[in-house]
Every structure is written in structure tokens, then in C-alpha cells.
């Protein structure tokens, strides 16, 4: 605690009509104060909030009886979006044509113009974006590709794995040859007479 020391401070005058007088010097003990101190840290320590982990929320579709009537999606509400490699970005509407000829390439700051005008375009109980992460995608992209979905209040999407097809179109149009067999469509027979 605080005391004051009393002991004399000085030389005094001895004698007749010399009042006597005490110089007073004053020490402050500073003991109690660290004390204080370190309850205080200790109350806010233990007051405040901590940082919360921060998660997506992920929404499961609802179990049907029958598999075939699950995760049905209307052909003019799907967005498909590849993830490939170099930060590019595949996509079409619909379904994927026979020739590869409604697949489009675009980058990460133009998918958002796309999704857009996709969304606009279409009713919002049919709207749907599937994205399909391709082998040489990296997570950052991933990410980007969800917060994307957020930016952009995506309520309905879906995460799955590339078709075969697919994967061979993004090959060929990365390195510029003509699309697989597989995907071109069956020359027409001439009829028989």
C-alpha cells in the first residue's frame, strides 16, 4: 500500500523562537499496481470473444425413394463450369454437344459475368451451377470458384467429378487439336435404295 515516510529530511535550526518543523518526503509503493495490472489482463483475457471458425454451410438434397427423381435438373438452368489448369475456366449450358462446339473458355474474373448473366436469364428454382474440378485444378481455384457461388448468391450447386468426355475436350482445347472421336458426331450414312 501507499505510506508515507516521516523520517526527517533535513537540518534543522536549533534555538529559541525557531519553531520546529518536519520536512515530510513521500514514497509511493507501486507493489499493488502490478497486481492490478495483471488483473485486468486476465479480466479482458477472459471477457472477450475469441475469434469463431468460420465454415460454409453445406446443404444435402432430401432422400427420395426412387434415385432416378434425385438431383433432377432442368437442361436450361445448368451451368456446368470445368476447372482446368493455369487458372482457366471451361464452361457451357445445358448439356455438353456432341462436337464440343457449346464449350467456352474463360478465366476467374470474367466467370462472375457469366454466372451472372446466366442467373439472370433463368428462373430461380431452375437455375443450378455443377462445378467439376478437374485433375490439374488446384484448391485455390476451388475456393475461388465457391466463394464465387456466395458473391453471387448461388443457392443451388454441385460439386462433381469430370466425365471422361469432358476431360478430353478440355485436352484438346488446351493443346489445339481437333476434338476426340468420341465426341464428334457420326458422319451420316448415305441411305440405301
Do not use: C, W
Not at 485436352?171 to 440405301?192: D, F, K, L, N, R
Amino acid at each position: 500500500m501507499a505510506e508515507m515516510d516521516t523520517s526527517g529530511g533535513g537540518h534543522q535550526k536549533k534555538g529559541p523562537g525557531v519553531k520546529k518543523s518536519k520536512k515530510l518526503s513521500t514514497r509511493v509503493d507501486l507493489t499493488p499496481m502490478v497486481d492490478l495490472g495483471f488483473l485486468l489482463i486476465t479480466f479482458f483475457i477472459f471477457t472477450t470473444t475469441m475469434s469463431q471458425p468460420t465454415a460454409m454451410k453445406l446443404f444435402l438434397p432430401k432422400d427420395t425413394e426412387k434415385p432416378e427423381e434425385q438431383n433432377k435438373v432442368k437442361e436450361s438452368g445448368a451451368l456446368s463450369i470445368l476447372l482446368g489448369n493455369n487458372n482457366v475456366v471451361y464452361y457451357y449450358e445445358g448439356t455438353l454437344a456432341p462436337d464440343g462446339s457449346n464449350l467456352k473458355t474463360t478465366n476467374y474474373k470474367e466467370i462472375r459475368n457469366v454466372i451472372i448473366d446466366k442467373k439472370k436469364n433463368t428462373k430461380p428454382e431452375d437455375f443450378v451451377v455443377v462445378i467439376k474440378p478437374g485433375p490439374d485444378s488446384n484448391y485455390k481455384n476451388i475456393v475461388d470458384l465457391l466463394d464465387e457461388m456466395t458473391i453471387n448468391e448461388v443457392k443451388r450447386y454441385a460439386m462433381v467429378d469430370l466425365f471422361p468426355i469432358e476431360r478430353q475436350m478440355m485436352v484438346a482445347t488446351e493443346t489445339g487439336q481437333p476434338m476426340p472421336a468420341a465426341a464428334q458426331p457420326a458422319a451420316a450414312q448415305p441411305a440405301a435404295r
